[in-house]
Every structure is written in structure tokens, then in C-alpha cells.
């Protein structure tokens, strides 16, 4: 069974920085496509950042120059640095794998940003 746990949420302050985790087991890590999608109150999931095998990224408009999405294929893990945190980005953020037809899930990780 393929495994996607994320760590990192929390409570942060506007303009502050989370650095969220995405540990994954059981698939070939380095061969999946990578991303991070969030779901707020009340609104479908959304698109957040992707990253592919070979190391390309792409950023909603929303976050592009606040968040940075990178990988590490000897640790099985995809990272998602958010700066400058804004209260409309407070949300659960769920990790993801791509793969072809194999598309899995983590939990979520919830975010609230609150002065």
C-alpha cells in the first residue's frame, strides 16, 4: 500500500513561513511526479504546485515567488517552502503522486494563518 504522510502544518502568523513534508513509501519515488494541492473551507481542492521526475516546476498564480517546491529522491520526500504567508492561504494541504494512472494521496496537513 502506497504510503504519503505530510508534516509541517501549523498555526503561523501573516508574512510568517511553514516549510511543509511529504515522506512517501512503497512507489519508486524518483519516476512519480510530485505536488501539493490545498482544500479551505467551503471550496474544492486546488492546484497548488507540481514538480516532475526531472526536477520542473509549476506554481498556481496564487503562490508563485512565495512558495518553492523541491524534491529529494534519496529521502523519498517533496518539500513545499511557503514565505510570506497570507490568511487566504490557510487550508488543509494534501500531498500527491502521478504517475500515469497511479495517482495516490496523503492525509492533508492543516495550515491556519491567523494573527
Known amino acids: 500500500q502506497v504510503q504519503l504522510v505530510e508534516s509541517g502544518g501549523g498555526l503561523v502568523q501573516p508574512g510568517g513561513s511553514l516549510r511543509l513534508s511529504c515522506a512517501a513509501s512503497?512507489?519508486?519515488?524518483?519516476?512519480?511526479?510530485m505536488g501539493w494541492y490545498r482544500q479551505a473551507p467551503g471550496k474544492q481542492r486546488e492546484f497548488v504546485a507540481t514538480?516532475?521526475?526531472?526536477?520542473?516546476?509549476n506554481y498556481a498564480a496564487s503562490v508563485k515567488g512565495r512558495f518553492t517546491i523541491s524534491r529529494d529522491n534519496a529521502k523519498n520526500t517533496v518539500y513545499l517552502q511557503m514565505n510570506s504567508l497570507e490568511p487566504e492561504d490557510t487550508a488543509v494541504y494534501y500531498c500527491?503522486?502521478?504517475?500515469?494512472?497511479?495517482?495516490?494521496w496523503g492525509q492533508g496537513t492543516q495550515v491556519t494563518v491567523s494573527s
Open positions: 500527491n503522486s502521478l504517475n500515469g494512472r497511479s495517482d495516490f
Open positions: 512503497r512507489i519508486i519515488f524518483s519516476i512519480y511526479q
Open positions: 514538480i516532475t521526475s526531472g526536477g520542473s516546476s
